[in-house]
């Protein structure tokens, strides 16, 4: 772990404060417009009508903030160290009727655009939309363009703490007129200087309000989340305790006269078959490695946070440590599935390596090609060029691959075989009917509501932050749910577990992944509510990235819980079996 987190903070390290002198040219970049309402439907800035140099010169960005959709590139604003500026001159703009439909358009769907000075992030509105109500009369309909804006900077010294653009000093500009118009494009500069210490402007763009505040204040409801968990967590472990309790009394009662015989029930009478390995060993392989995977990648990306190695306004930061993370935790992957297909006596190994490095690679990939060539059919900046296409392909090919096969040799050569507490028959028990509550879709419900209920509302803030304008930075509340959700669904799985037994069904394996992997179920229909109810988010740009990465969420959902819910029930019955006498 020590190693990965070097590694990935090499890759993260930010570059100290750049140092001005008093005149020194402060770059300023454009980034990307989109509508306000839908976050990652972004477009490269000069994509409007506006003024641009010829020829146009992009800057160098990482890794993560080609993934973010950033596509920096220098503009024509010419900004001094210290020196302020009032109704400077850019340029004039003389818009025909394409480009004057293009700006209103633009302007209707509350288009916003972002520059960058100093890795300090701008935001403000392209323009302003005023519209009456349906039943007003007259009905108003007035669209207007903000061709002028001012920079505000702030110094301390020879560094930059804080950069601002604002738009409401002055009248826009009104494009309800007859083609051509020409539009003069100006800009002010005004320096302030400020007391804060450098090193602390990073705390500045917590207060940045161009998008909305609304996460620091939602402690209660962690607290009261926590406390309801934390009681039915408690309920379930005292009640199955005192229910294990009274079996092994039961069972393990030492009666000469009384044989273990056909009156008897339960989980024991099925001791010769518990232990059965289950169908399709290698795909249930598979899932508990890349299970793992992604926990590991999960509780690395936290800790990561927690060490303030990303900043809160970092430009693809925490993408960047994500794609790193899973190509160099690919060895978990590889040697967790290995070691249980060599548990189960499986020979196909090939084809386990194969399985385990694509089981979610490639329903990645497939969900990236679809959002992917939308965003390319539209001229989003979200599309991925196609250099960024093969770096990570690269990253893949040379590390994620090899890894997962160097894990895979280790998994198979350092793993034994399966030491089960009983011995298994050579004809399998039969299974007497079930009852319609004991199968396998009641068994889901059950087993995912609890843990969705255990990250319910810190899913909201979650979800506000990917797909919103929020800043998240309370990772501290995060890794306690993480942890609380780990909990809940090892204590689920357990519960679902030992009365799915207690029925004489013992085929427990697949059920206790189904178990808290369901909870990627419900994580989806929350995503449904949050589109609907929760967001303003609109067009097919917008909807097919966020309902395909939705999917993938959900998928990674069921692959981490079905993995803790697996080793939970495993070792549970490991213990219960260990700890009842045999005849």
């Given amino acids: 772990m020590k190693v990965l987190i070097i590694i990935v903070s090499l890759v993260l390290v930010c570059n100290g404060l750049h140092t001005y002198k008093d005149g020194d040219k402060v770059d300023i970049f454009v980034n990307k417009v989109g509508p306000y309402f839908n976050p990652h439907e972004t477009y490269h800035y000069y994509s409007l009508p506006v003024c641009r140099p010829d020829p146009i010169q992009h800057k160098s960005l990482t890794l993560g903030e080609v993934l973010d959709g950033d596509r920096m590139a220098y503009s024509m604003y010419e900004v001094q160290f210290k020196k302020s500026e009032k109704n400077k001159h850019l340029c004039d703009v003389t818009y025909e009727e394409k480009e004057l439909t293009s700006m209103k358009e633009a302007v209707e769907e509350l ?49 930059i703490i804080s950069a601002n653009v604002t738009t409401a000093e002055y009248e826009p500009m009104s494009l309800e007129v007859d083609p051509p118009l020409k539009i003069d494009f100006q800009y002010s500069v005004e320096w302030k200087e400020s007391a804060v210490d450098p090193a602390k402007r990073s705390t500045l763009l917590k207060d940045y309000s161009f ?61 010769a078959d518990v232990f059965r390995f289950p169908k399709l060993k290698s795909l249930f392989c598979s899932i508990i490695g890349v299970g793992s995977q992604l926990l590991a990648i999960g509780g690395g ?34 040697y967790v599935s290995s070691s249980y297909y060599r548990k189960f006596q499986g020979g196909n190994w090939v084809a386990n390596i194969i399985l385990t490095s694509s089981l979610f690679t490639a329903p990645c990939f497939i969900v990236w090609s679809v959002v992917n060539s ?89 979800f506000a932050t990917v797909w919103g304008r929020e800043v ?7 890794m306690v749910v993480f942890f609380i959700e780990l909990s809940v669904s090892a204590c ?19 059920r206790s992944v189904f178990s808290a992997g369901s909870t990627g179920i419900f994580v989806f229909f929350y995503a449904i509510f949050f589109y609907v109810r929760r967001s303003n988010m609109s ?20 692959l981490s819980l079905g993995t803790v819910s697996f080793f ?15 005849d």
């Fill in 492 to 510: 689920v799985a357990v519960a679902l577990t030992y009365f799915h037994l207690s029925s004489e069904d013992y085929r427990w394996w697949w």
């Fill in 374 to 462: 939308v965003h390319w059919w539209y001229g989003s900046t979200q599309a991925l060029p196609f250099t960024t296409v093969l770096l990570l392909g690269f990253i893949w090919v040379l590390i994620g691959l090899p890894l997962t096969v160097i894990g895979g040799i280790m998994g198979k050569n350092t793993s034994g075989d399966f030491d089960a507490p009983c011995r298994t028959k050579n004809i399998a028990r039969e299974i007497p009917p079930q009852p319609w509550y004991r199968n396998t879709l009641c068994h889901m419900i059950f087993g995912g509501f609890l843990p969705f209920s255990a990250v319910s509302v810190e899913l909201y803030y979650v």
């Fill in 211 to 271: 998008f909305p505040r609304t996460l620091e204040i939602h402690w209660l409801s962690i607290i009261n989340s926590v406390i309801l968990v934390s009681l039915l967590m408690a309920f379930v472990v005292v009640i199955l305790t005192r229910v294990l309790r009274s079996d092994f009394s039961r069972y393990n009662k030492v009666d000469e006269e009384e044989d273990f015989g056909d009156d008897d029930n339960g989980w024991k009478i099925i001791h």
């Fill in 301 to 334: 990306i936290i800790i990561m946070a927690l060490l303030g190695m990303f900043k809160a306004h970092g430009h693809g930061s925490i993408n960047t440590a994500a794609i790193l993370l899973y190509a160099l935790t690919s060895c978990i992957a590889g």
């Fill in 568 to 582: 939970a029930s495993l070792k549970f019955i490991r213990y219960i079996y260990v700890n009842l006498k045999m």
């Fill in 539 to 558: 067009g097919i740009v917008q909807s097919v990235e966020f309902f395909g990465y939705s999917l993938l969420t959900c998928f990674a959902f069921f």
């Fill in 472 to 478: 998240y930075t309370l990772y501290g509340i995060l």
């Fill in 111 to 159: 288009y916003y655009f972002e520059m960058v000075a100093d890795e300090l992030p701008m935001r403000s509105f392209v323009g302003r939309f005023e519209e009456s109500s349906f039943l007003a009369v007259p009905h108003i309909h007035k669209l207007y363009l903000y061709n002028h804006i001012k920079f505000i900077f702030t110094y301390n010294g020879d560094k």
